[in-house]
T-cell receptor, first 114, second 115 residues
Protein backbone atom coordinates (compact mmCIF):
# COMPACT_ATOMS: atom_id res chain seq x y z
CA UNK A 1 0.00 0.00 0.00
CA UNK A 2 1.48 3.29 -1.11
CA UNK A 3 0.99 5.98 1.54
CA UNK A 4 1.15 8.99 -0.78
CA UNK A 5 0.65 8.28 -4.44
CA UNK A 6 0.91 10.64 -7.38
CA UNK A 7 -0.06 10.16 -10.98
CA UNK A 8 1.43 10.33 -13.47
CA UNK A 9 5.05 9.67 -12.60
CA UNK A 10 6.24 11.21 -15.85
CA UNK A 11 4.56 13.88 -17.92
CA UNK A 12 5.89 15.30 -21.17
CA UNK A 13 3.84 18.02 -22.81
CA UNK A 14 4.11 20.98 -25.13
CA UNK A 15 4.19 24.61 -24.15
CA UNK A 16 0.78 26.14 -23.81
CA UNK A 17 -0.98 22.93 -22.83
CA UNK A 18 -2.98 22.41 -19.64
CA UNK A 19 -2.18 19.41 -17.45
CA UNK A 20 -3.11 17.95 -14.09
CA UNK A 21 -1.26 15.91 -11.50
CA UNK A 22 -3.25 13.87 -9.04
CA UNK A 23 -2.31 13.02 -5.47
CA UNK A 24 -3.93 10.75 -2.93
CA UNK A 25 -2.90 9.78 0.59
CA UNK A 26 -4.24 6.86 2.60
CA UNK A 27 -2.65 7.85 5.90
CA UNK A 28 -5.66 9.69 7.26
CA UNK A 29 -3.66 12.91 7.43
CA UNK A 30 -5.27 16.32 7.64
CA UNK A 31 -2.65 18.31 5.75
CA UNK A 32 -1.40 17.97 2.20
CA UNK A 33 1.26 19.85 0.27
CA UNK A 34 2.75 20.46 -3.13
CA UNK A 35 6.48 21.03 -3.39
CA UNK A 36 8.49 21.84 -6.51
CA UNK A 37 12.01 20.51 -7.04
CA UNK A 38 13.94 22.34 -9.72
CA UNK A 39 16.78 21.10 -11.89
CA UNK A 40 19.30 21.92 -9.15
CA UNK A 41 17.36 19.75 -6.69
CA UNK A 42 16.11 22.72 -4.70
CA UNK A 43 12.82 21.92 -2.94
CA UNK A 44 10.33 24.69 -2.33
CA UNK A 45 6.81 24.71 -0.94
CA UNK A 46 4.08 25.71 -3.35
CA UNK A 47 0.82 25.06 -1.51
CA UNK A 48 -0.42 23.67 1.79
CA UNK A 49 -3.95 22.53 2.48
CA UNK A 50 -5.41 21.63 5.85
CA UNK A 51 -8.79 19.89 5.91
CA UNK A 52 -9.38 20.99 2.33
CA UNK A 53 -8.63 24.63 3.10
CA UNK A 54 -5.77 26.51 1.47
CA UNK A 55 -3.25 27.56 4.11
CA UNK A 56 -0.17 28.48 2.14
CA UNK A 57 0.18 29.81 -1.39
CA UNK A 58 3.83 30.59 -1.75
CA UNK A 59 3.78 33.19 -4.54
CA UNK A 60 2.98 30.64 -7.16
CA UNK A 61 1.73 31.93 -10.54
CA UNK A 62 -2.03 31.88 -11.05
CA UNK A 63 -1.56 29.29 -13.76
CA UNK A 64 -1.15 26.78 -10.95
CA UNK A 65 -4.40 25.88 -9.26
CA UNK A 66 -4.60 23.25 -6.54
CA UNK A 67 -7.87 21.53 -5.76
CA UNK A 68 -8.69 19.45 -2.72
CA UNK A 69 -12.01 17.62 -3.14
CA UNK A 70 -11.49 15.90 0.22
CA UNK A 71 -8.81 15.47 2.85
CA UNK A 72 -7.27 12.52 1.07
CA UNK A 73 -6.78 14.22 -2.29
CA UNK A 74 -4.89 17.25 -3.50
CA UNK A 75 -4.65 17.71 -7.24
CA UNK A 76 -2.57 20.26 -9.10
CA UNK A 77 -3.77 21.78 -12.34
CA UNK A 78 -1.41 23.83 -14.47
CA UNK A 79 -2.64 26.06 -17.28
CA UNK A 80 -0.65 27.35 -20.24
CA UNK A 81 2.47 25.41 -19.42
CA UNK A 82 5.81 27.15 -19.87
CA UNK A 83 9.31 25.79 -20.31
CA UNK A 84 10.20 27.01 -16.82
CA UNK A 85 7.56 24.77 -15.31
CA UNK A 86 9.72 21.75 -16.05
CA UNK A 87 10.55 20.25 -12.66
CA UNK A 88 9.71 17.41 -10.34
CA UNK A 89 6.54 18.05 -8.36
CA UNK A 90 6.12 16.30 -5.04
CA UNK A 91 2.92 15.81 -3.16
CA UNK A 92 3.19 15.24 0.59
CA UNK A 93 0.98 14.82 3.61
CA UNK A 94 1.35 15.13 7.37
CA UNK A 95 -0.81 14.33 10.38
CA UNK A 96 -1.49 18.00 10.67
CA UNK A 97 0.44 21.02 9.58
CA UNK A 98 1.44 21.84 13.09
CA UNK A 99 4.95 22.33 14.22
CA UNK A 100 7.08 19.25 14.10
CA UNK A 101 4.90 16.89 12.16
CA UNK A 102 6.95 15.12 9.56
CA UNK A 103 5.77 15.11 5.99
CA UNK A 104 5.51 11.93 3.96
CA UNK A 105 6.23 12.42 0.29
CA UNK A 106 4.94 10.82 -2.87
CA UNK A 107 7.34 9.52 -5.48
CA UNK A 108 7.21 12.73 -7.48
CA UNK A 109 5.97 13.65 -10.95
CA UNK A 110 8.64 14.65 -13.43
CA UNK A 111 7.11 17.28 -15.70
CA UNK A 112 8.92 18.13 -18.91
CA UNK A 113 7.62 20.97 -21.03
CA UNK A 114 8.92 21.03 -24.60
CA UNK B 1 12.77 34.57 7.68
CA UNK B 2 14.04 31.05 7.89
CA UNK B 3 17.04 29.66 6.11
CA UNK B 4 18.84 26.34 5.91
CA UNK B 5 22.37 26.14 4.55
CA UNK B 6 24.04 22.97 3.42
CA UNK B 7 27.41 24.23 2.34
CA UNK B 8 28.61 20.90 0.96
CA UNK B 9 27.18 20.52 -2.50
CA UNK B 10 28.82 17.17 -3.20
CA UNK B 11 30.80 14.69 -1.14
CA UNK B 12 32.51 11.59 -2.44
CA UNK B 13 33.85 8.89 -0.13
CA UNK B 14 35.01 5.32 -0.36
CA UNK B 15 32.94 2.61 1.22
CA UNK B 16 33.45 2.15 4.98
CA UNK B 17 34.59 5.72 5.47
CA UNK B 18 32.71 7.88 7.93
CA UNK B 19 31.14 11.02 6.51
CA UNK B 20 29.49 14.06 8.08
CA UNK B 21 26.93 16.21 6.30
CA UNK B 22 26.68 19.74 7.62
CA UNK B 23 23.52 21.73 8.18
CA UNK B 24 23.33 25.27 9.53
CA UNK B 25 20.01 26.98 10.06
CA UNK B 26 18.66 30.44 10.77
CA UNK B 27 15.39 31.21 12.49
CA UNK B 28 13.96 33.78 14.87
CA UNK B 29 11.60 31.23 16.36
CA UNK B 30 12.45 29.84 19.77
CA UNK B 31 10.41 26.74 19.02
CA UNK B 32 11.27 24.90 15.86
CA UNK B 33 11.93 21.48 14.43
CA UNK B 34 14.76 20.21 12.27
CA UNK B 35 14.55 17.32 9.85
CA UNK B 36 16.73 15.23 7.59
CA UNK B 37 15.41 13.61 4.44
CA UNK B 38 17.15 11.25 2.02
CA UNK B 39 16.55 11.26 -1.73
CA UNK B 40 18.10 8.16 -3.34
CA UNK B 41 18.66 7.95 -7.11
CA UNK B 42 15.16 6.50 -7.50
CA UNK B 43 13.86 9.98 -6.59
CA UNK B 44 11.57 9.53 -3.61
CA UNK B 45 12.03 11.54 -0.42
CA UNK B 46 12.51 9.47 2.69
CA UNK B 47 12.11 10.91 6.18
CA UNK B 48 15.09 10.13 8.43
CA UNK B 49 14.79 12.13 11.64
CA UNK B 50 13.05 14.97 13.43
CA UNK B 51 14.50 16.95 16.33
CA UNK B 52 12.88 19.77 18.30
CA UNK B 53 14.66 22.87 19.46
CA UNK B 54 14.46 21.91 23.13
CA UNK B 55 16.16 18.58 22.75
CA UNK B 56 19.87 18.83 22.15
CA UNK B 57 20.65 15.22 22.86
CA UNK B 58 22.50 13.51 20.11
CA UNK B 59 20.71 10.63 18.48
CA UNK B 60 22.05 7.43 17.03
CA UNK B 61 20.18 5.02 14.81
CA UNK B 62 22.34 2.21 13.54
CA UNK B 63 25.07 3.73 11.39
CA UNK B 64 23.38 7.14 11.44
CA UNK B 65 23.91 9.77 14.10
CA UNK B 66 22.87 13.37 14.47
CA UNK B 67 24.54 16.18 16.38
CA UNK B 68 22.30 19.13 17.25
CA UNK B 69 24.04 22.20 18.65
CA UNK B 70 21.91 25.29 19.26
CA UNK B 71 24.99 27.36 20.11
CA UNK B 72 26.19 27.05 16.52
CA UNK B 73 22.73 26.60 14.93
CA UNK B 74 23.83 23.33 13.44
CA UNK B 75 22.25 19.95 12.98
CA UNK B 76 24.89 17.71 11.43
CA UNK B 77 24.40 14.17 10.19
CA UNK B 78 27.09 11.50 10.33
CA UNK B 79 27.08 8.17 8.54
CA UNK B 80 29.49 5.68 10.03
CA UNK B 81 31.05 2.99 7.85
CA UNK B 82 29.33 4.27 4.73
CA UNK B 83 27.90 1.88 2.18
CA UNK B 84 27.15 2.21 -1.51
CA UNK B 85 23.44 2.21 -0.69
CA UNK B 86 23.94 5.43 1.25
CA UNK B 87 24.55 7.25 -2.04
CA UNK B 88 21.81 9.86 -2.27
CA UNK B 89 21.00 13.53 -1.92
CA UNK B 90 20.45 14.42 1.71
CA UNK B 91 18.30 17.38 2.68
CA UNK B 92 18.16 19.23 5.95
CA UNK B 93 14.90 21.08 6.63
CA UNK B 94 13.40 23.43 9.19
CA UNK B 95 9.90 24.14 10.44
CA UNK B 96 9.45 27.05 12.78
CA UNK B 97 6.62 28.21 15.01
CA UNK B 98 5.90 31.03 12.68
CA UNK B 99 5.91 28.85 9.63
CA UNK B 100 3.66 25.92 10.25
CA UNK B 101 2.40 24.06 7.26
CA UNK B 102 5.70 24.10 5.41
CA UNK B 103 9.26 22.88 5.51
CA UNK B 104 12.15 25.10 4.50
CA UNK B 105 14.76 22.93 2.84
CA UNK B 106 18.47 23.35 2.35
CA UNK B 107 19.82 22.84 -1.15
CA UNK B 108 20.92 19.31 -0.40
CA UNK B 109 24.22 17.46 -0.33
CA UNK B 110 24.90 14.79 -2.93
CA UNK B 111 26.74 11.94 -1.26
CA UNK B 112 28.44 9.39 -3.48
CA UNK B 113 29.86 6.30 -1.82
CA UNK B 114 32.24 4.45 -4.08
CA UNK B 115 32.99 0.74 -3.70
Amino acid sequence: DTAVSQTPKYLVTQMGNDKSIKCEQNLGHDTMYWYKQDSKKFLKIMFSYNNKELIINETVPNRFSPKSPDKAHLNLHINSLELGDSAVYFCASSQDGGLGTEAFFGQGTRLTVV
Amino acid sequence: AQKVTQAQTEISVVEKEDVTLDCVYETRDTTYYLFWYKQPPSGELVFLIRRNSFDEQNEISGRYSWNFQKSTSSFNFTITASQVVDSAVYFCALSGWGSNYKLTFGKGTLLTVNP
